[in-house]
């Protein structure tokens, strides 16, 4: 089947969204002098409080994403899992984040916390649907 011209615009916008997460994981894991700078002291000591599970399920949502979209430009339908995965993984980051976690996300970032990471998860979600209609449809393999 041939490529639509939207799976091109989807898959690469998602690639470059789902990569400026990716960077903003790795920064964030290296603790990177630079782009920490932008934080505060207190969102600083909230990263880096994460327990292992976080950071492991953070590391799963993101790359997740990141590979769901490259599957998504390759035409494979690896998309699919991979989406799902993140979703989930997502998901569980954002329970640690606003419900488990002593202090809170929006707590320490600001209410922007919550919208941003909805943001994250719609367009996640979003993704993953959108793959789901291209690989029932042929289009990836």
Known sequence: MKTPWHLWVIGVVTLLFNAGGAFDYVMTQTQNEAYMAQFSEAELAYFYSFPAWVQGSWAIAVWGALLGSL???LRRAWAVWAFGVSIVMMLVTMVH?????E?????VVGPEA???SG????????TFFY???MARRGVLR
């Open 114 to 116: 919550i919208w941003f």
């Open 97 to 101: 984040n606003f419900g488990l976690a």
């Open 131 to 133: 793959a789901r209609m």
């Open 103 to 107: 202090v809170k996300m929006h707590e």
């Open 71 to 73: 599957f998504l430009v």
């Open 119 to 126: 943001v994250i998860v719609l367009v996640t979600v979003g």
